[in-house]
């Protein structure tokens, strides 16, 4: 949004309640929820940034998105659940629902954060999103929170298990690895026992010299798969 001059104008913190039907009563509350730190720097009159409630929202979010999954996945395994949690209150997805909401458009930023495109950038619209959880969870309590929450995770859920279901886990996490500019993993098999027609191999799989996980296996290709696997859940992915 930009005024005559080109220059952007921000979001009220009326509008952004509106256009989204959030159930605010204290709008200084949401106002503080947009409020970045850097624009306190510029405007000695605004008196708190958003830090204390992105820490409460985060710690709402993990409730809300838990139970939403405990409820939806009956049968679930506990570890299969807290990645599938994880995976939803990360910042790269939080950054995601933040703009499926234009939640940039709505937040105070000092001229240093605008100009250098903080606006779109996944963590500042994590912190603030859950900045916002967090007001409203003290405004209008847990109800409307999960009312505002819910319609994000059913599509972020199903588009999670197919990315997870449709790539093995070789493949991630080497991708995961080198996006750091590292060589690949690498695989060594440590240990096999058993008679030759079945033979059972584990498998070590590094990120240089760094152990990432372990795997067994009746071939070497489905150890280094495990192995592959307990690394991602080592590293949260």
Known sequence: MTNRLGEFQTESPQNFSDRLNLPFQNLHLL?????????????????????????????????????????????????????????LVKTSQLGEFGRQIELGNALRLGRGEEENGGRNRSAMLCGAFEAVVGALCLDSGMDAVEEFIHPFLGKAVKEIIQLQADR????????????????????E??????????????????????????????????ASMAAARDALRRLDV
């Open 31 to 87: 106002s503080r929820a947009l409020t970045h730190r850097s624009y306190l720097n510029e405007h000695p009159e605004a008196l708190e940034d958003n830090e204390r409630l992105e820490f409460l929202g985060d710690a709402v979010l993990d409730y809300v998105v838990g139970t939403w999954l405990y409820n939806h996945f009956p049968e679930m395994a506990e570890g299969d659940l807290t990645r599938l949690r994880a995976a």
């Open 168 to 187: 093995d886990p070789k493949s991630t996490l080497q991708e995961i690895i080198q996006t750091g500019g590292k060589p690949a993993p690498r695989y």
């Open 189 to 222: 098999v440590v240990h096999d026992a058993g008679p030759d027609h079945a033979k059972i191999f584990e498998v070590h799989v590094f990120d240089e010299e760094t152990l990432l996980g372990k795997g067994n296996g009746s071939s070497k290709r489905e």
